[in-house]
């Protein structure tokens, strides 16, 4: 039986937007919590300012974040 995952907390950081809108430096944190194995979880946000020019940006985030719960 392989151990089963409850959450995981990920960090990203990026420079703030040319606007000036947020920080000299941004940060978001994702924690993705687990209810059932093999129904998947869902994702809480955590951030102060965090800027995309896409969709797909901050797509791009989760999908990384889905990879660490298909291992």
Known sequence: MKPV?????????????TDGTTGEYESI???????????GGYFVIRTKGWSVDSIEELEELFNRIRKIHDT
């Open 5 to 17: 995952l409850h959450k995981a907390s990920v960090s990203f950081g990026q420079e703030g937007n």
């Open 29 to 39: 944190t994702i924690d993705y919590e687990v209810v059932d194995e093999n129904e």
